[in-house]
């Protein structure tokens, strides 16, 4: 991670869960880190709590606002310089059938997986171009964009096989263009977060999901994201698939 030191992550989504895990990760190695999500309250002291206050910058964003996407950006470039380090996170999955869930559910689970990722996505892109160094981005995907197991959310899936297609045609893109900058996917199965609360509605849901098998915990998914952007340059971690051990589909 030595390449990484000094140089400005972003991590989408890290009042909870995977997100938080990430950014103290990438605080830990060395990295200035960038944060947002709506809850200021949770994420505003991961600078102070990881020891590192001075290489930590938070805001209260709401990503599905394109113009809090773009401040937010324009923010971390004035505070440090253009970001080196996308960590593309924040999402979140309602559960509903396709016969009855509110359209409105549909709409955020499409705007927060697909639309907000790929806006950060090219905002990033942008900055990245004006130092043109060495660059990463980082999809936080999901098995269910490998599978559709019975009684899932078929619009939680079809957001994450598009987190897929996308990652796919950005390095693609990326590849045409010649530019320094990879992209890589990580697709978890059942990690411990807030996720299962927010998809069931239920916090006792959410526990009895999470007490069913010995779970991914948010750190598991941290480790995979040093992993992809430790290696050397001439390599390209695509997609990283982990489940717990006891998982079934
Ligand atoms: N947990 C799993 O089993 C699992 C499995 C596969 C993939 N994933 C993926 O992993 C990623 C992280 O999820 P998680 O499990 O860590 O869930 P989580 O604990 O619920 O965290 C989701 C994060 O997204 C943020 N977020 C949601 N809507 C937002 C909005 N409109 N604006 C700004 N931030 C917003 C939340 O912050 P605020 O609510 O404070 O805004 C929170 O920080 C997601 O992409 C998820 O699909 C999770």
């Known amino acids: 991670m030595d390449q990484w030191k000094d140089k400005v992550a972003v ?15 990438l605080l830990e190695q060395g990295m200035r ?32 606002n394109e113009g809090e996407v773009h401040s937010f950006f324009a923010d971390v470039k004035n505070h440090w310089q253009p970001v080196h380090v996308l960590i593309n996170n924040a999402g979140l999955g309602y559960a509903g059938t396709l016969d009855s869930q509110p359209v409105s559910e549909w709409r955020e689970m499409l705007e927060l997986n697909v639309i907000t990722l790929s806006l950060c996505t090219q905002v990033a892109l942008t900055q990245m171009s004006e130092h043109d160094q060495d660059s990463h981005i980082v999809h936080l995907g999901s098995m269910s964009g490998h599978r559709v197991p019975a009684k899932s959310n078929g619009m939680y899936a079809a957001s994450k096989y ?27 199965g059942l990690v411990e977060t807030g996720f299962a609360e927010r998809y069931s509605g239920s916090a006792e849901a959410a526990k009895k999901t999470y007490r069913a098998l ?12 040093l992993y992809v952007l430790s290696q050397p340059a001439h390599v390209q971690v695509h997609d990283v698939l982990i489940r717990p051990k006891n998982q079934a589909l």
């Open 33 to 64: 880190v960038a944060v947002c999500a709506r809850r200021l309250e949770k994420i505003e002291t991961i600078g102070e709590e990881a020891g590192h206050p001075e290489r930590f910058f938070a805001k209260r964003v709401d990503l599905r």
């Open 11 to 25: 991590v989408t989504g890290a009042s909870s869960g995977i997100g938080r895990a990430v950014a103290f990760a």
């Open 162 to 188: 598009a987190v897929r297609a996308l990652t796919e045609s950005l390095r693609q893109e990326l590849h045409e263009t010649g530019r320094p900058v990879r992209v890589s996917s990580i697709s978890p």
């Open 214 to 225: 010995h779970c991914l915990q948010s750190e598991d998914i941290a480790s995979a994201v």
